[in-house]
């Protein structure tokens, strides 16, 4: 059972750090995601359900996917700018 929660924490731990890291070009400021982000993991810290930490950690992938997706679009749309003025 301890080991399964190990891995848990590791896999909080990587999702955090990796949000952390995407949220460096965040449009509102990194100062902005980081405090928001804090505030949404601790507010989850009470969980000991296993469930309910998976469905965290789905979830939090899921942000990630959606951060990802606006930096893509972000990048997208400046090709598009650049490659339209030609």
Not at 14 to 32: A, M
Not at 59 to 75: F, G, T
Not at 76 to 84: K, V
């Amino acid at each position: 059972m301890a080991a399964v929660n190990r891995t848990l924490r590791h896999q909080v731990i990587r999702i955090y750090k990796e949000l952390l890291f995407l949220g460096r070009e965040y449009p509102l400021g990194y100062d902005y995601f980081r405090t928001r982000l804090h505030k949404a993991f601790a507010s989850q810290q009470h969980l000991t359900d296993e469930k309910q930490i998976k469905q965290g950690i789905e979830r939090a992938e899921h942000v990630r996917k959606e951060i990802e997706a606006l930096y893509y679009l972000k990048r997208y749309r400046a090709l598009r700018q650049r490659y339209d003025k030609v």
